[in-house]
């Protein structure tokens, strides 16, 4: 078998963002020792079942997993250790945010075992930050990244683009400053209005109002020239790294390996009863850890994956990825030949309009593909 992954969700955060449609919750005081004790029984009670596998990725996700104690990391890691083989060069995430209290507990997280950090900044300019929502000004986040960069051998951080009133040029020049202080990975994300947020209340209203697409493709494209310019590649749709820093974890969910989610609502794909299954936890971070408590996890919905499902969910994931599917792979995943997953018709006329490549070996999306992927994936899977 592939080395497993494993995420671990940290739901709370100091306030929720308004584009945020991410489980996130806001406390004015967390729980830290029920949670703790919560995570690692349901870790526990998944490696009981999955078996002694190897370990090739951990990543502590949220919310904003900097406001949990070290302490709470190093226990989850000695049990994530014990319960399964960690691979030698076994990557450990852990993401935070850039406010002068979380940046001053990196060496404490690196010292539980964490050697990559993931920095949301998601921007440089003090107005967008407000405007974001975020508790941190681009001063602090300079200051975050210069220190985390003495302390971590692998550092990624995000930013956020295609925000209102966004232009080529502010933007080039927001790249190359966030750019020179990059280490070895980049997430750079287009902003979308996603459903329950309160960007969504305020875009219906008209009081905020995004680039138009045109101006997003050129902002897309700006993205890919400056990361060239610094010696990182576009690896997947909005993630840039130096050859070999790329996240073996979120790569573990492009290529679509097997994965345990643990924590409220995290979802999983893990091989049981010879097949793979979809597994959910409950949201809502108190009811969860009320059904760790009593049954020994939170888990709310467990589904055993059609072949037609892990085909679709695997081109979805893959075709994000430079790299494209591996023809080979395919069907070893799904159970399926990729000309059984997808529409022949749709797969000539994107071939033909330089969408997608078809190669011997595997099925990628071009630059021209990847702009388009939404409404290319819609009509190409079956």
Known sequence: MEPLALYIHWPFCLAKCPYCDFNSHVRERIPQSRFRDALRTELAWEA??????????????????????????????????????????????LEANPTSVEAARLAAFRDAGVNRASLGVQSLD????????????????????????????RLSFDLIYARPGHDAASWRAELRTALALAADHLSLYQLTIEP?????????????????????AELYDITEDEAARFGLRPYEVSNYAMEGAESRHNLAYWRYGDYVGIGPGAHGRIPLNHGLVATRRHRAPEPWADRVERDGHGTVEETALANDDKAREMLLMGLRLTEGIDLARFPLRTGMALDQAIDPDVLAQAIEAGYLTLTPDRLIATHEGRLRLDSLLGALVR
């Open 48 to 93: 009981a079942r999955l078996g002694r596998r190897r370990l090739g990725s951990v990543f502590f996700g949220g919310g904003t997993p900097s406001l949990m104690e070290p302490e709470t990391v190093a226990l989850l890691l000695e049990d994530a250790f014990r319960l399964f083989d960690p691979e030698p060069d076994i990557e450990i995430t």
């Open 126 to 153: 003090d107005a967008a930050l407000r405007m974001l929502g975020r508790e941190h000004s681009a001063k602090q986040a300079i200051a975050a990244l210069e220190v985390a960069r003495l302390i971590f051998p």
């Open 196 to 216: 329950g947020t309160r960007f969504e209340t305020l875009h219906r209203r008209g009081e905020i109002v995004l680039p138009d697409p045109e101006t997003g």
